[in-house]
């Protein structure tokens, strides 16, 4: 679970602006990489105004400044509300989900290819539930399709799927409903993962060879505990 205590971390721009990024005392590190690609990409140009947006990682962050000061505050999209329409004042998700898939990345010395939270996961009809499924990243068909497939592992799966068993979802809609295959979204196309009881068990990665994980009971998701879970309390 997220931790409740935010941290306002800051730096300073140029001509006496500010700017700062709320999260979870836990996430200083990533919170002072965002802010430092934040500075270089103000020294850079355009800079940083109200308004202004970028992609970082999975995420687009949104810069606000609510008063006359000039203090830019940086926004990540309500991943639990609204995430397509809504912002909030803290990047806490963004920092957590960041952190996981770069120790699962590092962890399978892979070459991370981002999934944008808005981006489309195509899944079999009620594979999230089944007691196995699995995560295979293919070849994107467009821009607005990540790639990934779930479908389920069971022993009696269906083998060939049609156009009527899948649905599409937004990558955001795994933070709500299956948190552990939020850390996979950043594997290369060619990757097979592979989940039992809501636990990522397996990893295959595009050249064949297979990565078993300890249960997430032993397992220590890049420092956010026992699992990797992203609901604000």
Known sequence: MASPELTAFERALPEG???????????????????????????????????SSIQFGWSRLTLHQPGPSPILYVHEPDFFGDPEHRTVAHVDTT?????????????????PRDTAYHQAVVCERSALAKDECYFERRPP????????????????????????????????????????????????????????????????SPNGSMLSLPSTRSRNWGGSGNSPCYRPE
Not at 101 to 109: E, I, K, N
Request: include cysteine.
């Open 17 to 51: 602006r500010r700017v700062v990024a709320v999260a979870s005392a836990d996430l200083a590190p990533q919170a002072g990489s965002l802010l430092d690609t934040l500075v270089t990409l103000d020294a850079r140009g355009p800079r940083l105004a109200d308004g």
């Open 95 to 111: 920092l957590r989900v960041l952190r996981d898939q770069a120790w699962l990345v590092h962890l399978c010395q892979a070459a």
């Open 141 to 204: 068909l467009s821009d607005r399709d990540s790639g990934w497939l779930a479908g389920s592992a069971a022993p009696n799966a269906k083998r060939t799927l049609t156009e009527s068993d899948l649905i599409t979802l937004p990558a955001y809609y795994l933070l709500r409903e299956f948190p552990a295959a939020v850390p996979v979204l950043t594997l290369p196309v060619g990757s097979l993962a592979v989940f039992r009881w809501d636990e990522l068990f397996s990893i295959c």
